[in-house]
C-alpha cells in the first residue's frame, strides 16, 4: 500500500473517502468540487478540469469484499491499465494520472472509482452516423489497422463499440477510450470473442464497399489467420 494514500474528495456536493494513487494534475481542489458536467453515460459521468477529463465511475452493485473488488480491479484501475497498454502499442488514448477507488460506497450505483486523464483536444465522437461523413473511408482504414494490432497482442476490449473511439479529423488518428482490456490465451476463443462484438456493432453498418476496405486494412496489420477464416465463412451464410 506504499503507493496509495487517502483523501476526501467532493463529487457534486457529497464528500467522499477515497484510496488513491498516482498525482492529480488539477491543483486546485475547488475546481474538482466546482466540476461542470461534460458528459453522462451509462455508469460514469465525465467532468472537465481545465485540460483534464475527471472520470467518475459507479458501481451496479457492492461486493462483499470492498478492498479486494475495488483496489484490484476497479474500474478506474481496469481502464488505467488498459490505456498504458494501449500507449505501449503504439495507439492514441487519453493518459491516465491519477486514480482512486470508494472506501465506502452506501448505496448501489454509488460512486465505485475515478480518475483523471487527458482531454483529447481535436477528437470527435463517433456513432453509427459516422458513415455520412466525407472522411468515413479513412476512419474504416484507420480502424480495421488499429484493432489488427490490439488482436495481435492476445488483447481486445470488452466492450467493442463507436461510442469507444475517437477520430482526429486533421491528422487522420483514432483515440481509444474506455478500454478495459481483455487478454485471450489461443488466438480462436479470442476470434470468436470479437467476431461476436463486430457483428452486431460495427460489421452491420457497413456497406459492402465499406467492409472490403476495413478487411484490407485489418488484414495488412493481422497475423490472426482465424479471424479471416471466420469472418470469410460468415459472408457466406
Known sequence: M????FK??????????FVCKGRSRITNTGKVEDASLFKRQLYANLYKVDNYILKVCYGQSIPKDVFRKYALRS?????????????????VTPKTYFSAFSLFPKTRKGIES??????????????????HRPDCLSIIQCF??????ILNAMLCPKDLGLGNIMYHPGEGKLAWIDSDLKQFKD?????????GQLGPR???HLNNCQSD??????CEKSTLDPLCRKRRTAALR
Open 213 to 218: 476496405i476495413f478487411w484490407r486494412s485489418f
Open 202 to 204: 460495427f460489421l452491420k
Open 144 to 149: 480495421g489497422r488499429d484493432l489488427a494490432v
Open 2 to 5: 506504499d503507493d496509495y494514500f
Open 75 to 91: 474500474q478506474a484501475e481496469r481502464e488505467s491499465k488498459s490505456a498504458a497498454i494501449l500507449s505501449e502499442l503504439g495507439l
Open 114 to 131: 475515478m480518475h483523471e486523464m487527458d482531454f483529447l483536444v481535436g477528437y470527435d465522437d463517433l456513432n453509427h452516423k459516422f458513415m
Open 8 to 17: 476526501n474528495i467532493n463529487i457534486e456536493g457529497v464528500s467522499h473517502l
Open 187 to 195: 488466438r480462436e476463443t479470442l476470434s470468436r470473442n470479437v467476431m
